[in-house]
């Protein structure tokens, strides 16, 4: 029955209204099934012949509404490269510039791979975390959630930090140009003269009222303008890097410049890493949003590839603005250490006129984006623990005071966000980016030898829940006899219960090739398992400390 046909009027009194009804009642108790899925949909012949009529003009081709490849691989820079650029220079002056290219590129390939996961085994699902449902049952569906809410609180959180560190230097330089004297801009807590905690109250009581509207389409509109900020900030940044490089003499060591003369020393490799592995860990992350630009491909034949490229314009970016950012914020120009500032903003005075406007336009772009934050965790904690429904206005109003008042608490006690941003890096990624996506890719692969054909379906969302007798070789969820691309051919696994695996694969005559699948298999296994311990070690940096070198 096509889609694309207007709503079909049933009296009430009619017989088919209740059984359109019954249908529509299954459909929705199915809160993991991806919209897409047709199987529950009201069959054509429980609809009254009336109710059908010929419209031919006027349709529009769900295909002309797609994106180019171009626009697809802008997309995914565009929504992974934002206002976290000035932090980055200053984790590759801890790094060293050589080792942080490289952390860059490790922290590159992994991600990319790790999405293209994603990418591939979605299929046609709204969100990555219904896939989990369809591999690992509901509790695959929890922890995928889960982590989607800390990453989503997390990054409120890093928000929040990063607007109140822009604002606080705007407010500080007017009051200054008011006449008032020079606002010291040490972040410290202190109440006893104007500070980053009254700037964090001041903020706090103008983003309430902002992230407790329901409609967020104004700052939909005012986000199409970030681009534009994030292309500005990157010009800047890279420009006082050819600046440096034009009037100031480098050396290449370890030891602390003389901030006094003319020449710097620039590392090439340094033990104080473990910032950048954390925040690259968490810059690349784009998995899950990256499952809805790319399903706006015309030509989804070329997502990987469209992936890979729009990921390696990310690899670039970080790799110039970490470079030539040291570079530039180490210049002779600057009477500041590099290191010992984690957002760069902070290197000039508060009344440095273009700083003054590059923080502005840091701010409007959070701010845009920041209602848009708090939508989105709101859905994800509505549909893991209210089933989906909708918040009620008191819920509504407390959840939101509670997100913002832990934002203010740790933006006015820890401002210190390139090390929030290793720590959510490292623990966020080790989940969202190497567990969730590894495991879920061998467990595929492992079904796919044992039920190819539960697979297929898997792939189709025709599927359905049951409890089997044999959990050893048996999947959370079963095919539809009739979703199978061949009607007539049955699983290896469930041509009889009476027989065990091995002697159906030996009655067929497959053993060995189920065998050597398996041997691949757990080769993948050992290959895979050193990528999450990579994860694992990137979290593990973010609570040790180094002696310099």
């Known amino acids: 029955m096509d889609k694309r046909r207007g709503p079909i009027m049933v009296p009430r009194e009619s017989p088919h209204y209740h059984r359109m009804r019954y249908y529509s009642a299954i459909r929705k108790g199915l809160k993991h099934m991806s919209q897409s899925t047709t199987y529950l949909d009201v069959p054509t012949h429980v609809i009254d012949d009336n109710a059908f009529i010929i419209f031919q003009t006027g349709r529009e ?5 797609k994106h180019s490849s171009l626009s697809t691989i802008f997309s995914i820079w565009n929504t992974m490269v934002g206002s976290g650029l000035f932090t980055i220079p200053w984790a590759f002056s801890n790094s060293g510039i050589v080792l942080g290219l490289i952390i860059s590129f490790i ?3 992994i991600s990319y791979y790790t999405c293209s996961i994603y990418v591939r085994l979605a299929r046609n699902d709204s969100d990555f975390a219904d896939t989990m449902y369809k591999y690992f049952g509901k509790k695959g569906w929890v922890v995928t959630m889960i982590f989607s809410i800390l990453l989503m609180f997390s990054v409120i959180v890093i928000y929040y930090e990063l607007m109140s560190q822009a604002l606080f230097p705007v407010i500080a330089a007017l009051i200054e140009w008011g006449g008032a004297s020079e606002v010291s801009l040490d972040m410290g807590l202190d109440l006893s003269r104007f500070s980053l905690f009254y700037t964090c109250i001041a903020l706090t009581l103008i983003l309430y009222p902002v992230v407790s509207k329901r409609d967020i389409s104004m700052f939909i509109r005012l986000n199409s303008f970030g681009i534009i900020f994030v292309c500005f900030i990157l010009i800047y940044i890279l420009a006082y890097g050819f600046y440096s490089l034009s009037n100031t003499t480098f050396e290449i060591s370890n ?6 003369g003319t020449t710097r020393n620039i590392s090439l490799f340094r033990n104080k890493f473990n910032n950048l592995a954390g925040m690259m860990t968490l810059g690349y992350y784009i998995h899950n949003v990256c499952i809805s630009i790319v399903k706006e491909n015309k030509h989804p034949e070329n997502n990987t590839r469209d992936v890979f490229i ?3 314009l990310v690899f670039l970016s970080y790799s110039l603005v970490g470079s030539l950012g040291y570079l530039g914020f180490s210049g002779y120009t600057f009477k500041a250490n590099i290191r010992e500032t984690e957002n760069l903003l902070y290197m000039f005075s508060a009344t440095d006129m273009l ?6 336009i840091c701010f409007c772009q959070m701010f845009s984006v920041y209602p848009m934050l708090f939508c989105v965790i709101r859905n994800q904690f509505g549909t893991i623990f209210y089933q989906g429904r909708e918040l009620s206005n008191d819920i509504y109003l407390a ?3 509670t997100l913002l008042i832990v934002a203010t608490i740790i933006g006015a006690t820890f401002p210190k966000v390139g090390s929030i941003l ?3 890096g490292g623990f966020i990624g080790l989940g969202l980016i190497y567990i969730i996506p590894i495991s879920l890719f061998l467990k595929r692969y492992k079904l796919q030898i044992e039920d190819p054909n539960l697979v297929e379906a898997l792939d189709n969302n025709t599927v359905r829940s049951v409890k089997r007798k044999n959990p050893e070789f048996s999947p959370k969820l079963v095919i539809e006899e009739s979703s199978t691309s061949s009607p007539g051919k049955q699983d290896i696994v469930n041509q009889t219960s009476d027989m065990t ?5 030996l009655q067929n005559g497959s053993y060995k090739t189920y065998k050597k699948s398996f041997l691949k298999f757990y080769l993948l296994c050992v290959i895979h398992a050193f990528i999450v311990l990579i994860g694992i070690i990137i979290l593990a940096l973010q609570f040790l400390s180094f002696e310099e070198w």
């Open 61 to 65: 081709d769900p295909h002309d509404r």
């Open 107 to 109: 922290t590159f390939a």
């Open 255 to 260: 030891e602390e410049s003389d901030l006094e």
């Open 310 to 312: 729009g990921y390696f």
């Open 355 to 360: 700083a003054f406007v590059i923080r502005i």
């Open 399 to 401: 959840f939101n005071a």
């Open 422 to 424: 290793g720590y959510v």
């Open 501 to 505: 695996l091995q002697e159906s694969l």
